[in-house]
């Protein structure tokens, strides 16, 4: 089992940046691939950010590329999603998920634990 619990949402306006943060407990953290989804009120849950356990492999959906970077410290179990030049469209509940392996899935059904997600909201 792992836990995972995210912090870091909250109201930005429109151009801003937010620094969201996934800290896990439970079994090894640092052997786990992590993605970062996020949902929007009467949308799918979607992908938006994956890193590998080593941190070497790295995906982004394309409608944040360019503006969050996603990155892992396994000495602290935490993955942070730096979110830059926001956009009234970013607004949604974000979460952060684990999956074992190696290889990149933008497949939500991939991921074995997630957290309670973290609210994201955007202002125009």
């Known amino acids: 089992q792992v836990q995972l619990v995210e912090s870091g949402g909250g109201l930005v306006q429109a151009g801003g940046s937010l620094r969201l943060s996934c800290a896990a407990s439970?079994?090894?953290?640092?052997?786990?691939?992590v993605g970062w989804f996020r949902q929007a009120p009467g949308k799918e849950r979607e992908f938006v950010a994956f890193i590998s356990w080593s941190g070497g492999i790295i995906y982004y959906a394309d409608s944040v590329k360019g503006r969050f970077i996603i990155s892992r410290d396994n000495a602290k179990n935490t993955v942070d999603l730096q979110m830059n030049s926001l956009k009234p469209e970013d607004t949604a509940v974000y979460y952060c998920?684990?999956?074992?392996?190696?290889?990149?899935?933008?497949?939500?059904?991939?991921?074995?634990?997630w957290g309670q997600g973290t609210q994201v909201t955007v202002s125009s």
């Open positions: 439970g079994r090894t953290f640092s052997s786990y691939a």
């Open positions: 998920a684990v999956r074992s392996g190696t290889a990149f899935y933008s497949d939500k059904y991939k991921y074995d634990y």
